[in-house]
C-alpha cells in the first residue's frame, strides 16, 4: 500500500484512556489520519479526574509496547520497582515471596498520570485529533459509520475507514457488534467488590518498605497497598459486598480493622480510616467474554471493551497494551490491509485474552488464600529450584505471564504441563520414601537384619506366607 494510500485511510478510535490514547500513537506512526473520540473532557485540566484508580502494575508486555512508540523509558521513570509480595500475617509478621530473580521486578504506575502522559504523546502527531466531550451515539460498523455528539448536542454522523473500540468495558461500540450474528459475549460480576483507602506518608517518608506489593491475605477477602511516588501507599480491599453491607458504623470498621488488619490501623490512622471507609461505597468489577474481536475490515475492539479482567494478575492494561502492539505487528505483516489484519488479530488475540480473563480469576484465589499456605510456599520454591536448573523448561508462571511475551493461552498450557510433571514427580518420591520407611520398620519388628528381607517385597512374601510377622531370626528363636 503506497504511503498516500495510507494518507487517505481515516481511523476512528472511540476511547481516550490508557489503550485509546496508546492505540493512536501506533496508528499515528503509520500516518493515518486518526481521530480520538473521549467522552470526559481532558483529564489534564480536569479539577476532578473521574474513573478508577486502582494503582496499576506494569510488566513487560505493557513495557515492549510502550517502548514501540519511544515512551518507555520515561513512563519506567515514573514508576517505583515491586520485586516481591510482601505478606502481612494477622500477627503482624511479614515475610517476602519474590516475584522472579532479583533483577525481575513489576512497576507500580499511576493510572491518572500515564493516561495524561499518552494523551500529550498522541497530540504531538499532527495527523491525530483528540476529541473531547464527545460521546459516541450510534456506530454502524457494516458501513464504517459513526454518530457522535459533542457539547452543542448535535449528532454528527462520519463515516471512516476503521473504527477501533477502545471504550471500556462498557464499551458501546460493542453493543453495535453484539446485534452481528454469531458474535458472542459474556459476562460476569464476581461477588467481591473493592474499596480504596490511603497510607499517608511518615515523616516523610514511606510509612512500609516501599518496593513491595503489600498484601494482607484473609482466605475469604483481602487487602493489598501499593507505593506512590509521593511516598504514599494505595491500598485496596479487596471483600464481598455481603461482608462490606455489615460495616455500617465508624466503629463497626475499626473493629473489623483490629480484628483482621491490626497492623495497618497506626499507618492509616483510625480517624481518616474511619472518614474515608464511608466516602464511597464498594465498588464492583466484571469480567467480560466476546468473540470476534472485529467485523469485517471495519470495527476491531480492543483493551477491556473485548477482554475486561478483574485485576488480580496485574494484567488489564498490560494485556490491553499487548492487543495494541499485536495489531502494530499484524499491520507490518500484512502492509496495512484490514481485510487481512483485522481476522488474524481476533484469530491470535482471543484465545489469549481469555486465558487471561481465567488466570486472573484463579490468581484472586492464590493471593486471598494460598499464599498462607506452607504447600504454596514449598511449590513456589520447588518452581525456582526446577527453573534455576532448567530454566527453559521449567518457567513459574507468574514469569511466563509478567516477565515474557509468551502467549498467555500457552503459558496456561505449559503450567497445567509442569503441575502434572511436579506432581507425579512429587508422588513418585513420595512413595519411594513410603516403601523405604515401611521396610524399615517391618525389619525392626520382625527382628531381623536389613540383609535378610534384601528387598522390601521380601517382606510381603514373608507377611503372605506366615500370615504375621514372626519373631524368629534366620539362627534360631
Given at each position: 500500500?503506497?504511503?498516500?494510500?495510507?494518507?487517505?485511510?481515516?481511523?476512528?478510535?472511540?476511547?481516550?484512556?490508557?489503550?485509546?490514547?496508546?492505540?493512536?500513537?501506533?496508528?499515528?506512526?503509520?500516518?493515518?489520519?486518526?481521530?480520538?473520540?473521549?467522552?470526559?473532557?481532558?483529564?489534564?485540566?480536569?479539577?476532578?479526574?473521574?474513573?478508577?484508580?486502582?494503582?496499576?502494575?506494569?510488566?513487560?508486555?505493557?513495557?515492549?509496547?510502550?517502548?514501540?512508540?519511544?515512551?518507555?523509558?520515561?513512563?519506567?521513570?515514573?514508576?517505583?520497582?515491586?520485586?516481591?509480595?510482601?505478606?502481612?500475617?494477622?500477627?503482624?509478621?511479614?515475610?517476602?515471596?519474590?516475584?522472579?530473580?532479583?533483577?525481575?521486578?513489576?512497576?507500580?504506575?499511576?493510572?491518572?498520570?500515564?493516561?495524561?502522559?499518552?494523551?500529550?504523546?498522541?497530540?504531538?502527531?499532527?495527523?491525530?485529533?483528540?476529541?473531547?466531550?464527545?460521546?459516541?451515539?450510534?456506530?454502524?460498523?457494516?458501513?464504517?459509520?459513526?454518530?457522535?455528539?459533542?457539547?452543542?448536542?448535535?449528532?454528527?454522523?462520519?463515516t471512516y475507514d476503521l473504527i477501533v473500540g477502545c471504550d471500556g468495558a462498557y464499551?458501546?461500540?460493542?453493543?453495535?457488534?453484539?446485534?452481528?450474528?454469531?458474535?458472542?459475549?459474556?459476562?460476569?460480576?464476581?461477588?467481591?467488590?473493592?474499596?480504596?483507602?490511603?497510607?499517608?506518608?511518615?515523616?516523610?517518608?514511606?510509612?512500609?518498605?516501599?518496593?513491595?506489593?503489600?498484601?494482607?491475605?484473609?482466605?475469604t477477602f483481602m487487602m493489598i497497598a501499593l507505593p506512590n511516588m509521593n511516598k504514599?501507599?494505595?491500598?485496596?480491599?479487596?471483600?464481598?459486598?455481603?461482608?462490606?453491607?455489615?460495616?455500617?458504623?465508624?466503629?463497626?470498621?475499626?473493629?473489623?480493622?483490629?480484628?483482621?488488619f491490626p497492623d495497618s490501623i497506626p499507618l492509616i490512622g483510625e480517624q481518616a480510616?474511619?472518614?474515608?471507609?464511608?466516602?464511597?461505597?464498594?465498588?464492583?468489577?466484571?469480567?467480560?467474554?466476546?468473540?470476534?474481536?472485529?467485523?469485517?475490515?471495519?470495527?476491531?475492539?480492543?483493551?477491556?471493551?473485548?477482554?475486561?479482567?478483574?485485576?488480580?494478575?496485574?494484567?488489564?492494561?498490560?494485556?490491553?497494551?499487548?492487543?495494541?502492539?499485536?495489531?502494530?505487528?499484524?499491520?507490518?505483516?500484512?502492509?496495512?490491509?484490514?481485510?487481512?489484519?483485522?481476522?488474524?488479530?481476533?484469530?491470535?488475540?482471543?484465545?489469549?485474552?481469555?486465558?487471561?480473563?481465567?488466570?486472573?480469576?484463579?490468581?484472586?484465589?492464590?493471593?486471598?488464600?494460598?499464599?498462607?499456605?506452607?504447600?504454596?510456599?514449598?511449590?513456589?520454591?520447588?518452581?525456582?529450584?526446577?527453573?534455576?536448573?532448567?530454566?527453559?523448561?521449567?518457567?513459574?508462571?507468574?514469569?511466563?505471564?509478567?516477565?515474557?511475551?509468551?502467549?498467555?493461552?500457552?503459558?496456561?498450557?505449559?503450567?497445567?504441563?509442569?503441575?502434572?510433571?511436579?506432581?507425579?514427580?512429587?508422588?513418585?518420591?513420595?512413595?519411594?520414601?513410603?516403601?523405604?520407611?515401611?521396610?524399615?520398620?517391618?525389619?525392626?519388628?520382625?527382628?531381623?537384619?536389613?540383609?535378610?528381607?534384601?528387598?522390601?517385597?521380601?517382606?510381603?512374601?514373608?507377611?503372605?506366607?506366615?500370615?504375621?510377622?514372626?519373631?524368629?531370626?534366620?539362627?534360631?528363636?
Amino acid at each position: 500500500m503506497e504511503s498516500s494510500d495510507v494518507q487517505r485511510k481515516k481511523i476512528a478510535v472511540i476511547g481516550g484512556g490508557l489503550v485509546g490514547s496508546l492505540n493512536a500513537c501506533f496508528l499515528a506512526k503509520k500516518n493515518f489520519q486518526v481521530d480520538v473520540y473521549e467522552a470526559r473532557e481532558d483529564i489534564r485540566v480536569a479539577k476532578f479526574a473521574r474513573g478508577r484508580s486502582i494503582n496499576l502494575a506494569l510488566s513487560y508486555r505493557g513495557r515492549q509496547a510502550l517502548n514501540a512508540i519511544g515512551l518507555e523509558d520515561q513512563i519506567v521513570s515514573q514508576g517505583i520497582p515491586m520485586r516481591a509480595r510482601m505478606i502481612h500475617s494477622l500477627s503482624g509478621k511479614k515475610s517476602a515471596i519474590p516475584y522472579g530473580t532479583k533483577s525481575q521486578y513489576i512497576l507500580s504506575i499511576s493510572r491518572e498520570n500515564l493516561n495524561k502522559d499518552l494523551l500529550t504523546a498522541v497530540e504531538k502527531y499532527p495527523n491525530v485529533k483528540v476529541h473531547f466531550g464527545h460521546r459516541l451515539l450510534k456506530c454502524n460498523p457494516e458501513e464504517g459509520v459513526i454518530t457522535v455528539v459533542g457539547s452543542d448536542e448535535v449528532p454528527v454522523d462520519i463515516t471512516y475507514d476503521l473504527i477501533v473500540g477502545c471504550d471500556g468495558a462498557y464499551s458501546t461500540v460493542r453493543t453495535y457488534l453484539m446485534k452481528k450474528p454469531r458474535f458472542d459475549y459474556s459476562q460476569q460480576y464476581i461477588p467481591h467488590g473493592y474499596m480504596e483507602l490511603t497510607i499517608p506518608p511518615k515523616n516523610g517518608d514511606y510509612a512500609m518498605e516501599p518496593n513491595y506489593l503489600h498484601i494482607w491475605p484473609r482466605n475469604t477477602f483481602m487487602m493489598i497497598a501499593l507505593p506512590n511516588m509521593n511516598k504514599s501507599f494505595t491500598c485496596t480491599l479487596f471483600m464481598p459486598f455481603e461482608d462490606f453491607e455489615k460495616l455500617l458504623t465508624s466503629s463497626d470498621v475499626l473493629n473489623f480493622f483490629k480484628k483482621y488488619f491490626p497492623d495497618s490501623i497506626p499507618l492509616i490512622g483510625e480517624q481518616a480510616l474511619a472518614r474515608d471507609f464511608f466516602l464511597l461505597p464498594a465498588q464492583s468489577m466484571i469480567s467480560v467474554k466476546c468473540s470476534s474481536f472485529h467485523f469485517k475490515s471495519h470495527c476491531v475492539l480492543m483493551g477491556d471493551a473485548a477482554h475486561a479482567i478483574v485485576p488480580f494478575f496485574g494484567q488489564g492494561m498490560n494485556a490491553g497494551f499487548e492487543d495494541c502492539l499485536v495489531f502494530d505487528e499484524l499491520m507490518d505483516k500484512f502492509n496495512n490491509d484490514f481485510s487481512m489484519c483485522l481476522p488474524e488479530y481476533s484469530r491470535l488475540r482471543i484465545p489469549d485474552d481469555h486465558a487471561i480473563s481465567d488466570l486472573s480469576m484463579y490468581n484472586y484465589i492464590e493471593m486471598r488464600a494460598h499464599v498462607n499456605s506452607r504447600w504454596f510456599i514449598f511449590q513456589k520454591n520447588m518452581e525456582q529450584f526446577l527453573h534455576a536448573i532448567m530454566p527453559s523448561t521449567f518457567i513459574p508462571l507468574y514469569t511466563m505471564i509478567t516477565f515474557s511475551r509468551i502467549r498467555y493461552h500457552e503459558a496456561l498450557l505449559h503450567w497445567h504441563w509442569q503441575k502434572k510433571v511436579i506432581n507425579k514427580g512429587l508422588f513418585f518420591f513420595g512413595t519411594l520414601i513410603a516403601i523405604g520407611s515401611t521396610y524399615l520398620l517391618m525389619c525392626a519388628m520382625s527382628l531381623r537384619p536389613l540383609h535378610y528381607f534384601r528387598r522390601p517385597w521380601d517382606w510381603l512374601a514373608h507377611f503372605q506366607k506366615t500370615g504375621h510377622v514372626s519373631l524368629q531370626t534366620p539362627w534360631g528363636h
